[in-house]
C-alpha cells in the first residue's frame, strides 16, 4: 500500500483558505440543525449527563464550521437537559470540546477564532482519525464533517502501469470495476478501524454524528457534479504536463486518498462492523444543491480543499497553475455540470452498542 500525504485544508484565513472557501459545508450544518437536535433528543441517555460532557470533531479543519457542529450538539444536549430535568445546564454542566484532525493542520487559526462568549473549554488533538486518538471511554458525542469519505493509502495496484488495477484517472471514476472493488476494499478497511476506534473512545450509549457527501445507489462518481469536477483538476494537470509545466510521470502517479462510497456501501460496512445501530440515516437536501455551479466559485472552493493536497504532490505554482484550467474548463463545459446526475448529502446518527 502506498501511504499518501496527510489530508490538509489550506490554512490561515486568506481569501482562498478553507476558512474562507467552506460556505457549502457550514450549510449542510445548518440545514441538519433540527435533525440533530432530534436525534440528539431521542438517542442520548439523560444518564449520560453528568457535570462534565465531552465534544469530539474529527476532522475539524482550521474552522469555522466545527464551531457551528460542536455549538449545535452543545444546544441540542442543554435543551434536552432543561426540558427533561427543569434545572439550568449553566449551573450544573462544564463541556468540553476536543478539535481532532492531522498534526499538519492549521490548529493556530482554529484556536485564534474560536468563538468569543463560548460556553466550554477546549484542546486540539492531532493525529490520524484512523487512529485511536482519545483515552477509552472518554467523550460523549463525536461528529465527523466531510470527512467520511477519506481513506488512509491508495489501494495497492493502482499506480502500477503493469496492473491490472492501473488507474489512469487521479480519482476512482466508478467506470473501471476493478478499480472501483479496489478502493471499495480499502475503504471498507479504514472505514471499519475508524469505527472500532470511535467505538473504543466513546462512552457506552454514546453517539457519533456523521454528516458528508456520498454517492446514490447505482451512480458513478464521474457522473457526479463533484466527480465531474475532479475530472477538470485531473485533465488540467495532463494539460500542465503536455505543456512542460510538469512532468508526465507526476501525474501519472497523484491518485487521490477519497472514495465517495454509495449509500448502501457505507450502510453495509456500519452494520458488518457491529459496533454501533444506526439510528438515522437521512437524505438532506442542501441548500445549495450539490454546490454552486459558478466556475470561478467551484474553482476557488475546491482549491481550499484540494490545493495543499495537490501542493504536496506538484508544487504551489502547478497548483495554481491547475485551479486557473479548471475555471476554463468548468465555464466551457458548464453544460456538463448542469447534466450531472445528483449526489446525496447526509446526516448518519449512530449508537454505540
Known sequence: MTTTPDWIMIGGDGPESYNQQSSYQRALLEATKDKMTEAISANLDLDLISDRFIVAD???????????????????????????TGQNPDDNI???????????????????????????????????????????????????SYAFHFTSKIPKGIMDRDSPLWNKDMQC???????KKAYLDQY??????????RAEELVPGGLMLLLGSCLRDGVKMSETPKGTVMDFIGESLSDLAQQGVTEQDKVDTF???????????????????????IELFEDIIHSKNEF??????????????????ISAHFGVEVMRKAFELVEIK?????SRLHNAKAGMQYLIVLRKN
Open 173 to 179: 471514476t466508478g467506470f473501471n470495476p476493478a478499480v
Open 330 to 334: 468548468a465555464r466551457e463545459q458548464i
Open 292 to 309: 454552486p455551479l459558478d466556475p470561478k466559485t467551484l474553482a476557488i472552493s475546491f482549491k481550499a480543499f484540494y490545493g495543499a493536497f
Open 188 to 197: 471498507s478497511i479504514d472505514t471499519k478501524i475508524l469505527l472500532d476506534a
Open 58 to 84: 474529527f476532522g475539524c479543519a482550521s474552522g469555522p464550521n466545527t464551531f457551528v457542529a460542536v455549538q449545535n450538539i452543545i444546544d441540542a444536549v442543554e435543551e434536552k437537559y432543561r426540558r427533561e
Open 94 to 144: 462544564e463541556f468540553q470540546v476536543l478539535f481532532n484532525d492531522f498534526s499538519l493542520n492549521d490548529f493556530n487559526t482554529l484556536f485564534q477564532t474560536l468563538p468569543p462568549g463560548r460556553k466550554y473549554f477546549s484542546a486540539g488533538v492531532p493525529g490520524s482519525f484512523f487512529e485511536r486518538v482519545l483515552p477509552k471511554e472518554s467523550f460523549h458525542i463525536g461528529v465527523m
Open 255 to 277: 491518485k487521490t486518498s477519497i472514495y465517495f462510497a454509495e449509500q448502501g456501501e457505507i450502510r453495509q460496512i456500519i452494520e458488518e462492523n457491529g459496533k454501533f445501530t
